[in-house]
């Protein structure tokens, strides 16, 4: 087995040996809301928002974008288990800002192992073999951070499977104070029918 899987397997027992109650936990999410965030590890949804288990659904992908992924989840977080507000916050520094869906397509044709930045851009530091099939994902980067949450806000609101009467609010987390920052024109475009 390898450290990370000990550690882990390790963390899981103690976290069983006082798991109490929890399992009675009701399917649906008790305070009736959802975030969609980013899967940034510094990222602790749970804390920034106050959350203990049962409490809400949270939704990561890379840059916390409303993914067709990402709007299906949202979608059966009402219709099936009565989430009635929910939240995109994406955060300050993210990596999703830092390359284009080119550049990404461009290291993954030379190879698939993980490539390395520096100061002249990102550089495919692997051997071969690559793959084109990455020219069939928009892999959703960022060029304005507060323009994604607005984008993605927007897109959420205008879906055909999402009611008017849940509001979508739009924040930006700061990594380097914690601080949720409205997106004033991402809340106004979200605001329920």
């Given at each position: 087995m390898s450290q990370i899987l000990d550690e882990v397997l390790a963390a899981n027992a103690q976290y069983q040996a006082g798991f109490g109650d929890k399992g009675s936990l009701a399917l649906p999410p008790a305070r009736?809301?959802?975030?969609?965030?980013?899967?940034?590890?510094?990222?602790?949804?749970?804390?920034?928002?106050?959350l203990s288990e049962g409490d809400a659904h949270v939704i990561r992908n890379a840059g916390g974008r409303a993914s067709d992924d990402a709007i299906r989840s949202l979608v059966i977080s009402y219709k099936l288990l009565g989430t009635k507000e929910w939240f995109v916050i994406h955060h300050t520094d993210c990596g999703m800002q830092y390359f284009t869906d080119d550049i990404i397509r461009d290291l993954l044709s030379q190879s698939l192992e993980t490539a390395i930045v520096n100061e002249t851009g990102w550089h495919d530091v692997g051997q071969g073999p690559g793959s084109?099939?990455?020219?069939?994902?928009?892999?959703?980067?960022?060029?304005?951070?507060?323009?994604?949450?607005?984008?993605?806000?927007?897109?959420?609101?205008?879906?055909?499977?999402?009611?008017?009467?849940?509001?979508?609010?739009?924040?930006?987390?700061?990594v380097k104070s914690g601080q949720l920052i409205e997106v004033p024109e991402a809340t106004t475009a979200g605001r329920a029918a």
């Amino acid at each position: 087995m390898s450290q990370i899987l000990d550690e882990v397997l390790a963390a899981n027992a103690q976290y069983q040996a006082g798991f109490g109650d929890k399992g009675s936990l009701a399917l649906p999410p008790a305070r009736r809301f959802a975030i969609l965030t980013c899967m940034d590890a510094r990222l602790d949804p749970a804390k920034y928002a106050g959350l203990s288990e049962g409490d809400a659904h949270v939704i990561r992908n890379a840059g916390g974008r409303a993914s067709d992924d990402a709007i299906r989840s949202l979608v059966i977080s009402y219709k099936l288990l009565g989430t009635k507000e929910w939240f995109v916050i994406h955060h300050t520094d993210c990596g999703m800002q830092y390359f284009t869906d080119d550049i990404i397509r461009d290291l993954l044709s030379q190879s698939l192992e993980t490539a390395i930045v520096n100061e002249t851009g990102w550089h495919d530091v692997g051997q071969g073999p690559g793959s084109d099939e990455a020219r069939f994902i928009s892999f959703l980067t960022i060029r304005d951070l507060a323009g994604s949450v607005v984008e993605d806000v927007t897109r959420i609101r205008q879906h055909p499977l999402v009611p008017a009467n849940i509001p979508v609010y739009g924040y930006i987390y700061d990594v380097k104070s914690g601080q949720l920052i409205e997106v004033p024109e991402a809340t106004t475009a979200g605001r329920a029918a």
